[in-house]
C-alpha cells in the first residue's frame, strides 16, 4: 500500500476537485484516487471490461458507416430542398 503525500491529502479534502487526479512524473499518465466503496460501487454497475466480441465490433462499425453515410449525403439534401 502507498501513502498519500500531504499535497494528495488536501486534494482529497477539497470538494471541488472530485476526484483527485494524480500524474505519475516518469510515465505522464494520470490516474484518479477513489475512495474503495466508491470503487466497489462502480465496480458492481455491471461494467464489463472485457475484449469487445465480434459482434459488438461489427455494430459498432455498422452504426458508424450509418452516420457517415447520413453527413455524406446531408450536403445533397440541402440541394434537393432549393430545387
Do not use: C, G
Amino acid at each position: 500500500m502507498i501513502e498519500l503525500t500531504e499535497q494528495q491529502i488536501k486534494a482529497l479534502e477539497t470538494p471541488e476537485v472530485v476526484p483527485p487526479r494524480v500524474v505519475n512524473p516518469r510515465t505522464n499518465e494520470t490516474f484518479v484516487l477513489l475512495r474503495v466503496d466508491e470503487y466497489e460501487r462502480l465496480k458492481q454497475d455491471e461494467y464489463d471490461d472485457s475484449p469487445w466480441t465480434r459482434e459488438e465490433l461489427e455494430a459498432l462499425a455498422w452504426e458508424r458507416f450509418k452516420r457517415e453515410a447520413r453527413e455524406d449525403w446531408s450536403e445533397y439534401d440541402d440541394v434537393a430542398e432549393k430545387s
